[in-house]
């Protein structure tokens, strides 16, 4: 690969750099998008897309993992581990970080070519393969974009047993709220009748006179005097 163009349909879109670009950032790639952003536009659960849209297909996970990659609390990376999990060793990711050192060792105004007659001539001096190093950096962009994408599936699992859950909290939350208002219609309905039974009652009562119900309530061993208002 002696040029940029067409790098990213070469190496399956694993790099962030945009044909005529000379450098980027992830957040600086017109094609970097944060995972909120693409999970946004992906249809939630039993809904329907737009009319007209089409919900892109996940990307496939790359196999290239040889134990678990390590998991990235709060979104930090440790990139040695993700590296070893794919069976890049220590040595060869040195190669990589040496020459990336030299790189940046050079002055910003000296031409692309001589740039790379330095590094291939510092290079070649000690001996190092600049086929391997091709090959480990290549290697280590299949990496990043497998650790992306599992990520991504994990996130995406995660999510959707989230919306399933949340599903049933909300149908729960439902549920004991007709179960509350149910009780609480019966119990207005039970005062209801109890009074207007009370009613019936409390005309016989009243029937005999305030005092003579006062006495026998003071004096049985049944009732208990109600509180004074």
Not at 118 to 147: C, M, R, W
């Amino acid at each position: 690969m002696t040029d940029k163009k067409g790098w990213g349909s070469t190496v399956m879109g694993w790099f962030i750099v945009k044909d005529g670009a000379s450098s980027a950032s992830a957040e600086g790639d017109p094609s970097y998008r944060p995972f909120s952003d693409v999970a946004a536009d992906t249809p939630a659960a039993g809904k329907n897309p737009a009319a007209g849209a089409a919900a892109a297909p996940p990307q496939p996970e790359l196999n290239v993992f040889t134990t678990k990659p390590p998991d990235a609390p709060g979104g930090k990376v440790d990139f040695d581990k993700v590296y070893e999990a794919a069976g890049i060793d220590a040595a060869e990711r040195e190669r990589i970080t040496r020459t990336l050192q030299l790189l940046d060792s050079l002055p910003a105004e000296t031409p692309e070519p001589t740039k790379k007659q330095i590094v291939q001539a510092s290079l070649n001096a000690f001996g190092v393969p600049i086929d391997k190093i091709i090959e480990t950096g290549a290697e280590q962009l299949q990496t990043l974009e497998a650790y992306i994408r599992t990520g991504a599936s994990d996130t995406e699992k995660v999510s959707a047993e989230a919306d399933t859950r949340i599903k049933q909290f909300e149908e729960e939350i439902v549920r004991l709220r007709t179960v509350v208002q149910q009780r609480i219609d019966e119990q207005n309905a039970v005062i209801a009748s109890c009074n207007a039974k009370k009613l019936e009652v409390q005309k016989v009562l009243e029937f005999f006179g305030q005092e003579a119900v006062a006495r026998v309530v003071r004096d049985s061993p049944k009732l208990h005097e109600p509180p004074a208002s």
